[in-house]
């Protein structure tokens, strides 16, 4: 698929060079720790997840605590890309007890004064 060309094209990084607040959050995640993971969040953020869009504090934190428990998974970060100083992607691997069983989900963050402001997860 051709894309056009821009003057900020993904290019791939070490995991380890993600901005803080990506690490914080995704550590967060992996061990079910609903309360740092909001706190990764802007107040007006906006989650993507599954074709469903969670806006606010409020609702990425219900969304949290759902998939925390919905699901048997382990996780393992693969991959990451960063486009500019706000937007990065992390790739991870998935394999549970999920329909499939295994699934490689690209988490694509937008961050504004250091928090996730918003975060779309996608095969």
């Known amino acids: ?3 056009s060309q821009s003057k900020s ?8 060079d993600l901005p803080d607040v990506i690490t914080r ?3 967060a995640h992996r061990v079910h720790d609903t309360v740092t993971a909001v706190a990764s969040f802007a107040t007006d953020a906006t989650v993507v997840d599954d074709g469903t869009t969670y806006e606010g504090v409020a609702a990425i934190e219900g969304w ?3 998939v925390a428990t ?8 693969t991959a990451a890309e960063r ?5 990065y992607v992390a790739v991870h691997h998935l394999e549970g007890d999920f329909p499939g069983g ?3 989900l690209r988490y694509r ?6 928090l996730i402001e918003r975060l779309v997860i996608e095969p």
């Open 109 to 114: 963050f937008a961050l504004h004064d250091d």
């Open 102 to 104: 295994t699934v490689d």
């Open 1 to 3: 698929m051709p894309q």
């Open 70 to 77: 919905e699901f048997t998974y382990t996780v393992e970060l």
């Open 64 to 66: 949290l605590s759902r």
């Open 9 to 16: 094209q993904p290019r791939t990084i070490d995991p380890n």
């Open 83 to 87: 486009t500019d100083a706000t937007h």
């Open 25 to 27: 959050y995704l550590a």
